[in-house]
């Protein structure tokens, strides 16, 4: 089945400290993947995504690039603020049966936690 | 704007209550999807409903119930036969005609608590 596996957490940082949440996956199709952020008693919203394989996502500092053979999406920001103290999901969406049955699979989350 | 809306945002039930949360898109998504959250966990899946008038199980279905009567809504009910409904429940919804890059959206979630 799909799954995905991120790097256990809590992560502690001081404020620009460089940032790696790590994400592989495994998949029966070909995957779109995504990183969503929750800040605390929230939902869950969208950071970046990409559709294929050497796709890079990016958005508010944050990258990740799509890839394929080491089956990973890893999340990187250059320099971290104290704003940026979340819960990191992993997720992965394949069209199941029938062409228009999309499964959505989460990862457990990572939280994040930058000091000033 | 468009987007989801959860209701209530704090819930408290009774043992041997059942409770429904609402869930209201205005996005146009065909595709609507119920999770459960527990602390330090991920989201797992509880039902999906890919048009009106279908819905499927999700891996942890047991105790919960919903209907799709209207593509806008997709209310869960948690019963009496959940054994720990205790949790943060997130609907989100998608929009399935779209091939590729399609995002999914949540609502601000609901906190339920058993009394």
């Known amino acids: 089945g799909d799954s995905v596996t991120q790097m256990e957490g809590p992560v502690t940082l001081s404020e620009e400290a460089f940032l790696t949440i790590n994400c592989t996956y495994t998949?029966?199709?070909?995957?779109?993947l995504f990183w969503y952020v929750q800040y605390p008693g929230e939902g869950l919203q969208l950071l970046l995504k990409a559709t294929k394989a050497d796709d890079k996502g990016s958005n508010k500092g944050f990258e990740a690039t799509y890839r394929k053979e080491t089956t990973s999406f890893h999340l990187e920001k250059g320099s971290v603020q104290v704003s940026d103290s979340a819960v990191y999901f992993c997720a992965l969406k394949v069209m199941g049966s029938g062409g228009s049955n999309y499964k959505l699979t989460f990862g457990k989350g990572t939280l994040l936690t930058v000091n000033p | 704007d468009g987007g989801i809306t959860q209701s209530p945002k704090y819930l408290f039930r009774k043992e041997g209550q059942n409770v429904t949360l609402s869930c209201e898109q205005n996005?146009?998504?065909?595709?609507m999807y119920w999770y459960r959250q527990d602390p330090g966990q991920g989201l797992r899946l509880i039902y999906y409903s890919q048009i009106v008038n279908d819905f499927q199980k999700g891996d942890i279905a047991e105790g919960y119930s919903v209907s799709r009567e209207k593509k806008e809504s997709f209310p869960l009910t948690v019963t009496s036969a959940q054994k720990n409904p205790t949790a943060f429940y997130l609907c989100a919804s998608l929009n399935s005609r779209v091939a590729l890059g399609n995002t999914i959206y949540f609502g601000e979630g609901s906190w339920l608590t058993v009394v």
């Open positions: 998949a029966t199709g070909y995957p779109s």
């Open positions: 996005l146009n998504h065909d595709a």
